[in-house]
């Protein structure tokens, strides 16, 4: 009889701390939170300067099931100086992100009016870029290569990461993001 206790008593100790185990990885909670659009509201490079906010321009981020937007938007005063976005695929492991661009795109203005685009693919280490440029609305000039690929990942520390609070650490610099 003593021995049916001492095995019922190691069964219900077994069960018991089996039921604090998960198989739910942490991971998952990380990445939902990280899923949304976040507005930069600040960075270290900018810390010499009075404006941050304007010199910030537009730049926010998307993450949705493992693919990423950036866009980026640069202004001097009201007007719109360039444009661009990135897109692509990311993935976070023990707290470093890693963004891989599949395809860039970028448009600089002058007075309102295009003057360049520039669109870089990358695909199985090939980057083709495409270059065309514009004067009164006429195309003056067209540059196709294909090269072998640059490196197209980004690599930063998740420093922070709350619902409304992103803070990551790319290179030496720090860059601040609220979420919209």
């Known amino acids: 009889m003593k021995t049916f206790k001492i095995t019922g008593s190691l069964i219900l100790a077994i069960l018991m701390s089996l039921s604090f185990v998960s198989c739910d990885d942490d991971d998952d909670d990380d990445k939902d ?5 976040w507005v930069m509201t600040d960075a270290s490079y900018f810390e010499d300067s009075d404006d941050d906010e304007e010199d910030l321009g537009g730049t926010e981020y998307y993450f949705n099931d493992n693919r990423f937007e950036m866009k980026v938007s640069d202004y001097d005063g ?12 990311y ?14 795109e ?3 203005y002058q007075n309102y009016e295009l003057s360049a685009k520039i669109t870089s693919e990358y695909a199985d280490g090939i980057e083709t870029k ?10 003056v000039g067209r540059d196709t290569t294909v090269s072998p690929s ?31």
């Open 33 to 37: 939170l990280l899923e949304g659009l």
């Open 78 to 89: 009201d007007m719109l100086q360039s444009s661009g976005r990135i897109i692509g695929k």
């Open 91 to 104: 993935s976070e492991n023990d707290g470093i992100l890693s963004l891989i661009a599949e395809r860039l």
């Open 106 to 108: 970028a448009e600089e």
């Open 130 to 139: 495409i270059t065309i440029s514009y004067k009164d609305d006429v195309i």
């Open 150 to 180: 640059t490196d197209n990942t980004s690599l930063s520390k998740i420093e922070k990461l709350t619902k409304e609070e992103l803070i990551l650490i790319s290179g030496k610099d720090t860059l601040w993001f609220k979420r919209k």
